[in-house]
């Protein structure tokens, strides 16, 4: 029985290495085919560029009103204004962080690598709390709290003020964790957290369960493909949530009931954007699929951008925007799938999915440029 058990940290070193094989997997596909013609149909201008630092990880931008957080893998936080570009805020954690920004209007908090949350008001550190393991998804700051998912699925609630822990919840982990950002989001006064390919809703108040439901159930002759954890990159229209399923399913659910909408198999490995008609999302081999928002029928599918590592997709006004490995945004018709634009940033890629704010999309790359690009 012992050599059964797992530590902690061994099925966290598994999850870097589901990831190092996945990466690996990824070398063997196909080479992409050279870019279809840009057609320019939609008129899309840089408006903005602001430098944040060097960005390694997918670390996801957080957006309160018109101001958008964002950090640097070494640590810098810096607040923009999306309207205009104008940096508002700038703060430094000191060292490397694990994952990106939780803020609303008054607290803002990252974690670093260390394991350790840091909650800072008005640019200044009120309080760091040390965690047992590793985080990758960006903390959410909400009615005077920060909650924390860690990596083996405990969920954590902190006194936003001061740092007291509240409250913590572990639900039994499988041997091996997905080594990337996860769900947790508020849908009303319901805490929404996704532990493996479960989405759970909490009560903020002391993390009581109060329904479970199951998105995804990973099968497979080995740990990585059994891996059917839910991934960050969620549409939410209402009560209505949609989302994915590492490697297995898209589906949407009630976010404050819990009730099941409905799921499809896909193979994708990133997170899906949407609006009240359709989600959209990008599949391991880059197919971009677009899904029907009640029922879930296929409505369009875009092969043009296959194997071009794609971030997750965004859905907002009059497009549907992408970025790659190699730098580019794509921006494609809700209608059809067809290709509107596409834009060439700075040359490195673009780190996590493109993010409507106002009237501006807002995209980070690996160099930590963020650009404001506007209609």
């Known amino acids: 029985m012992a050599a059964l058990a797992l530590t902690r940290s061994l099925r966290l070193a598994l999850a870097s290495l589901a990831v190092a094989l996945v990466g690996a997997c990824a070398t063997d596909k196909p080479k992409p085919e050279a870019y279809e013609a840009n057609p320019a149909r939609l008129a899309i201008k840089e408006v903005w560029r602001v430098s944040v630092g060097a960005t390694a990880l ?15 893998t070494q640590g810098d936080v810096v607040g923009i204004n999306a309207s205009t570009g104008a940096v508002t805020a700038r703060a430094a ?14 607290f803002v908090s990252v974690v670093t690598r260390e394991n350790q949350v840091i909650t800072l008001r008005e640019q200044k550190e009120l309080w760091r709390q ?39 919840q572990q639900r039994p982990g499988d041997a ?35 329904w479970d439901t199951v998105i995804a159930n990973g099968r497979g002759v080995n740990e990585v493909e059994r891996l ?32 099941l909408q409905w799921t499809k198999l896909a193979s994708g490995a990133t997170g899906v954007g949407g609006n009240s008609d359709l989600i959209v999302g990008a599949e391991s081999d880059g197919k971009v699929i677009a899904w029907r928002r009640v029922d879930g029928d296929k409505l369009w599918t875009h ?22 490995t190699e730098g580019n945004v794509h921006f494609l018709s ?21 993010v409507w704010v106002g009237s501006t999309w807002v995209v980070l790359t690996q160099r930590g440029n963020v650009f404001g690009l506007r209609p």
């Open 334 to 354: 809700p209608a059809d799938g067809t290709l509107l634009q596409r834009l060439s940033l700075d040359g490195s890629p673009i780190v996590s999915a493109p």
């Open 303 to 324: 092969e043009k951008l296959r194997f071009r590592g794609l971030t997750g997709a965004s859905l907002a006004g009059e497009a549907v925007a992408l970025g790659d």
């Open 130 to 168: 040390k965690l047992p393991s590793l985080v990758l998804t960006p903390p959410l700051v909400a009615g005077a709290r920060v909650f924390v998912l860690a990596a083996d699925r405990t969920v954590y609630a902190f006194d936003a003020l001061n740092g007291r822990k509240l409250w913590s």
């Open 176 to 210: 091996l964790l997905l080594g990337q950002p996860s769900v947790l989001m508020a849908v009303g006064d319901t805490l929404v957290v996704a532990q493996g390919g479960r989405l759970l809703g909490l009560n903020p108040q002391n993390g009581s369960a109060r």
């Open 228 to 259: 059917a954890d839910l991934v960050s990159g969620v549409s939410r229209v209402g009560e209505s949530v949609c989302l994915r399923a590492f490697q297995y399913a898209v589906g949407c659910v009630d976010g404050r009931t819990g009730r």
């Open 93 to 106: 954690a000191g060292t490397t962080l694990s994952a990106g920004v939780g803020a609303d209007k008054e």
């Open 58 to 72: 997918p670390l996801e931008m957080r957006v309160v009103g018109e101001q958008l957080w964002v950090a640097s």
